[in-house]
């Protein structure tokens, strides 16, 4: 049909280091949509065995290839040599998830250290500050 564009199902999202959790999304269905086995490596982790001997190693061997290289292939240069010693994609996965972590998360966190703040600010009673922290940790646990 001329006037549409073909996009390939199975072209890595591109990484954007301030959209993480988009990204990670992105990424999962793009991972499952190419073999539910290899999202399953990602997920599982892999372990290199000394020798692969069995069919079950070389499939698992053959996932996590797939799914590193996918993963690979949606990061920019300077990311890939931020995780580029990490042996699966499980480390790799991990290891992004750390070093960039979900925006939203953050935000609360500045959100919470913003109330915080004003409530305390001019106050003076460090007392009062740590009252609204145990308060703040207290919530946090019972959610």
Same mark, same amino acid.
């Given at each position: 049909?001329?006037?549409?564009?073909? $996009?390939?199902?199975?072209?890595?999202?591109?990484?954007? @280091?301030?959209?993480?959790?988009?990204? %990670?999304? =992105?990424?999962? &269905?793009?991972?499952?949509?190419?073999?539910?086995?290899?999202?399953?490596?990602?997920?599982?982790?892999?372990?290199?065995?000394?020798?692969?001997?069995?069919?079950?190693?070389?499939?698992?061997?053959?996932?996590?290839?797939?799914?590193?290289?996918? $993963?690979?292939?949606?990061?920019?240069?300077?990311?890939? @040599?931020?995780?580029?010693?990490?042996? %699966?994609? =499980?480390?790799? &996965?991990?290891?992004?998830?750390?070093?960039?972590?979900?925006?939203?998360?953050?935000?609360?966190?500045?959100?919470?250290?913003?109330?915080?703040?004003?409530?305390?600010?001019?106050?003076?009673?460090?007392?009062?500050?740590?009252?609204?922290?145990?308060?703040?940790?207290?919530?946090?646990?019972?959610?």
């Amino acid at each position: 049909m001329a006037g549409y564009a073909t $996009i390939s199902t199975n072209e890595a999202p591109m990484f954007v @280091e301030t959209k993480y959790s988009i990204w %990670s999304m =992105k990424m999962k &269905w793009n991972l499952q949509s190419v073999g539910y086995d290899i999202w399953n490596s990602n997920v599982n982790g892999y372990v290199p065995p000394n020798k692969v001997k069995s069919t079950t190693q070389k499939e698992a061997r053959r996932y996590n290839s797939k799914a590193t290289e996918i $993963i690979l292939d949606g990061l920019p240069d300077p990311v890939k @040599e931020r995780v580029g010693k990490c042996i %699966s994609a =499980k480390e790799l &996965w991990d290891k992004l998830k750390d070093l960039y972590p979900d925006e939203e998360a953050l935000k609360e966190q500045e959100q919470n250290d913003s109330f915080t703040k004003d409530v305390v600010q001019g106050s003076g009673n460090h007392e009062e500050e740590e009252n609204l922290h145990d308060q703040k940790d207290e919530y946090e646990e019972r959610n």
